[in-house]
């Protein structure tokens, strides 16, 4: 089983829509959280970093953690073309863990 | 957010030939950098964790004498991909982790290598 699960879509939604994207995890240890953004050829860029269970808001992006099911989300609210990506997860068990356990990312594309 | 730059994005070269890459931290000093492979439309592989002044450790089934790293510098981490063949064609992702012990990377721009 992989550390860190991620359904690879593509997923395809029309703009203003609300997107949702998830992760799920085997490490129950894991406590930093982060979503990345990876636009084609480009390096992923951090979207959201999150601490333990709870939720995080930044603009139209809502980062949620529920440890006890070891399960997070990434909304996205009006989803605009702009969006269209490929949405990394990536968790860790320390604040200055070497490593980041990555999901397969989602390829999501957001249609005018 | 703190800033890492690949050079060079892209770059194609013959096979048997070597190519290195390069992996700045711009605005922080990272004694640690980290070195990706992508496949198309698959999640990245971490190959090898770079190390400032010390030897590279890498991840299993990694060619090291292959895939050679060095961190001359706080700033500074190079990826060459030596007597490249074409299945070493991919997309390599450097990282650095955050300053002051926060657990979020900076990823660089990444380099498309085409051998032919």
């Known amino acids: 089983q992989k550390e860190v699960e991620q359904d690879p879509g593509p997923l395809s939604v029309p703009e203003g829509a609300i997107v949702s994207l998830n992760c799920t995890y085997s490490?129950?240890?894991?406590?930093?959280f982060m979503w990345y953004r990876q636009y084609s050829r480009k390096g992923p860029e951090l979207l959201m970093y999150?601490?333990?269970?709870g939720n995080k808001e930044d603009g139209r992006f809502t980062a949620q953690v529920d440890k006890s099911s070891k399960y997070i989300s990434l909304f996205i609210r009006d989803s605009q073309p702009s969006d269209s990506a490929t949405y990394l997860c990536?968790?860790?068990?320390?604040?200055?863990?070497?490593?980041?356990?990555f999901g397969t990312g989602t390829r999501l594309t957001v249609i005018p | 957010g703190a800033v890492v730059s690949q050079h060079p994005s892209w770059v194609i070269c013959k096979s048997g030939t070597s190519v290195k890459i390069e992996c700045r931290s711009l605005?922080?000093?990272?004694?640690?950098m980290f070195w990706y492979r992508q496949f198309p439309k698959q999640s990245l592989m971490l190959m090898a964790t770079s190390n400032e002044g010390s030897k590279a450790t890498y991840e299993q089934g990694v060619e090291k004498d292959k895939f050679l790293i060095n961190h001359a510098s706080l700033t500074l981490s190079t990826l060459t991909v030596t007597s490249a063949h074409p299945e070493d064609s991919s997309f390599y992702i450097c990282?650095?982790?955050?300053?002051?012990?926060?657990?979020?990377?900076?990823f660089g721009q990444g380099t498309r290598l085409t051998v032919v």
């Open positions: 490490n129950s240890a894991f406590q930093y």
């Open positions: 990536a968790m860790s068990v320390y604040a200055g863990a070497n490593n980041l356990f």
């Open positions: 990282s650095a982790r955050s300053p002051q012990g926060k657990p979020e990377a900076f």
């Open positions: 999150t601490y333990s269970s």
């Open positions: 605005d922080f000093q990272a004694t640690t």
